[in-house]
């Protein structure tokens, strides 16, 4: 059975840090890209930052573009988001997500476009 558990969500005040994991299993994602969304109530679901297999291309949103920082430990089998100047609008649910097709990272990825999902882990940024 594969799974993606994320971990590392929490509650932090404006500028601080967190680190999220993702945490997989059940299969080797080292040739696959992966990915970091994230959803706000009442918001769709939207792309924060991609890594690919090939290269280790990585893609991130605007808005968190200098701020957030993806990478893998293929062998063991995890990806990580370190946060940095955390803000307000960063409030959300985030998402590790894992895609079988997409090789190389090089635009804004669609939800759609990934095959496994984490369960999601909160961060909370105060003001």
């Known amino acids: 059975q594969v799974q993606l558990v994320e971990s590392g969500g929490g509650l932090v005040q404006a500028g601080g840090s967190l680190r999220l994991s993702c945490a997989a299993s059940?299969?080797?994602?080292?040739?696959?890209?992966m990915g970091w969304f994230r959803q706000a109530p009442g918001k769709e679901r939207e792309f924060v930052v991609g890594i690919g297999w090939i290269g280790g291309s990585t893609y991130y949103a605007d808005s968190v573009k200098g701020r957030f920082t993806i990478s893998r430990d293929n062998a063991k089998n995890t990806l990580y988001l370190q946060m940095n100047s955390l803000k307000p609008e960063d409030t959300a649910v985030y998402y590790c997500?894992?895609?079988?097709?997409?090789?190389?990272?090089?635009?804004?990825?669609?939800?759609?476009?990934?095959?496994?999902w984490g369960q999601g882990t909160q961060v909370t940024v105060s003001s």
């Open positions: 997500a894992a895609s079988t097709t997409i090789k190389v990272v090089t635009t804004t990825q669609s939800p759609f476009e990934y095959d496994y």
């Open positions: 059940g299969r080797t994602f080292s040739s696959d890209a």
